[in-house]
């Protein structure tokens, strides 16, 4: 799994990739919602094992990948 944001121009945009392998137990969509709304976005999509969004507050980047890992830890024991 791979968790990227970018920011540029005072905005950020939020990537998120599930390996094939996982996406049975962990949702691109549904974890990069999560770091989009720490970024003040609404939304994001794609697939199970892509997904994309983007949000105003390009200082929050460092939240929006925070929210993506603290979703993953309580999700830990689904991923054993």
Do not use: H, N, W
Not at 55 to 61: D, L, V
Not at 69 to 75: F, G, M, T, Y
Request: hydrophobic letters at 50%; a negative charge; proline letters at 2%.
């Amino acid at each position: 799994m791979v968790t990227v944001v970018s920011r540029a121009e005072g905005k950020a945009a939020i990537v998120v990739g599930v390996t094939q392998d996982l996406t049975d137990r962990v949702d691109a969509v549904e974890l990069v919602r999560l770091g989009a709304e720490a970024l003040g976005g609404k939304g994001g999509g794609g697939r199970p094992d892509m997904a994309q969004a983007g949000g105003p507050e390009a200082a929050r980047a460092e939240a929006a990948l925070a929210a993506v890992e603290q979703a993953l830890s309580e999700r830990a024991g689904a991923l054993a």
